[in-house]
């Protein structure tokens, strides 16, 4: 067996920008992925005037919602070995020095901060600290740009490091360190590669079952999982009353429907993905008349986004779908899923769902519904 010491410092040799510069590739790759589509998801819940966001394919908030989160926690391991990597240099002295060393310095100590606040409140979100959802969303938003611009004034700062680094051979021949290195970068990539398993599966039906770091892998009623149920929005008395009307209001006419007129008016069935902005997503078969046909049984539906109000008052009571996802025909007030009544959980007595929209997004129990002006 080999002695400790020697062991102890084989490891240690293999710090440095060898490594440092190897699993800063894929690292920076899981960053660039996590920060665009990170800027997707937010654009679509409050979209700037330019922003583009089709209704179809209804799967793509799904593939880049579920990029997102995997990315970052894939990013969680390999920036862990990063740090590893380059710790002692760190501290190097002086800490402080010209003006070049200044920005290094500075770009590394914004990068580091921001990065670890982005994972650990990204991590908290999919965890569902949902008391500070409006601190984390401005918050989370604006430190990505804070994130992703000190990674490219660390990446044009360390260019020359990077590819001296990258050009040498990762193993030093003769002096039979190089092992260690190589097997540091294997664990970082066994390492990488296990946390995105175990969170890949809240996407990936077939998956499902590695996903030990997805909160809600899964189950609830009906195959579809639940973030908030009636009970904890406190719908239910209101959701089961027999006096529960939806308004629907388009320019001036207005008028309210029971559950059972919205029965009998056409119904129509989509099969859409239920896509939460923490990542775990499910395709389901809804069923419920199109936004479209309920529009036009009221009045003269001229364009204009529209606004959807829930029995529910709290944060996620209130949702304003665009135009082009109004006028789909996959877009439903769903009054069933899968074959049977909707559940009281997933929005009974009727809820919205649209394709290629977040989950946030798709607003169950819904009181009213209107053509904003
Ligand atoms: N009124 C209301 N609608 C809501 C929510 C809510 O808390 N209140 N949660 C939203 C979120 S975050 C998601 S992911 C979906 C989940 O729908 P489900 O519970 O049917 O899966 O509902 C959305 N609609
Ligand atoms: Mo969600």
Known sequence: ?????????????????????????????????????????????????WFYWPAHPAWEYRLTQGTHVVSGVVAIPL?????????????????????????????????VGSVIFQ??????????????????????????????????VHLAVKLPVVRAA??????????GRGLPRRAVLTAAGLSAGVAGVM?????????????????????????????????AA??????????????????????AFTRAELEQLPQAAAELPMACVEGWSVSARWTGVPLRDLLAAVG?????????????????????????HVIDASTLVALGLGGADLDLDHGYPARLIAPNRPGVLQTKWLSRIEVLP
Not at 79 to 100: E, Q
Not at 124 to 152: D, E, R
């Open 119 to 152: 994972l650990a409140t990204g991590l908290f979100n999919i965890a569902q600290f949902y008391a500070w959802t409006f601190f984390f969303t401005t918050t989370h938003y604006a430190m990505a740009y804070v994130a992703f611009g000190s990674l490219a």
């Open 79 to 111: 920036l862990l070995v990063k740090l590893w990597a380059v710790y002692p240099r760190l501290f190097r002295r002086p800490l402080i020095g010209d003006p070049l060393r200044i920005v290094e310095r500075g770009s590394i100590a914004l990068l």
């Open 166 to 175: 990258l050009s040498r051979p990762l193993e030093q021949p003769g002096t």
């Open 199 to 231: 969170v890949v599966g809240q996407s990936v039906p077939w998956l499902r079952p590695l996903s030990l770091l997805a909160p809600r892998s899964g189950s609830g009623p009906q195959g579809v999982p639940v973030n908030r149920s009636a009970a």
């Open 234 to 255: 406190g719908v239910t008395t209101t959701a089961l009353d027999p006096g529960y009307r939806l308004t629907v209001v388009v320019g001036d006419r207005q008028r």
């Open 300 to 324: 003269d539906y001229r364009g204009g986004d529209v606004a959807f109000v829930s029995l529910d008052g709290g944060l996620y009571g209130r949702s304003v779908l665009p135009h082009r």
């Open 1 to 49: 067996m080999a002695p400790l010491a020697s062991a102890g410092g084989a490891v240690m040799s293999a710090r440095g920008p060898e490594v440092a510069a190897r699993v800063g590739i894929p690292l920076g790759i899981a960053i660039t992925l996590c920060f665009g589509t990170g800027l997707i998801s937010h654009w679509i819940q409050h979209p700037p005037g």
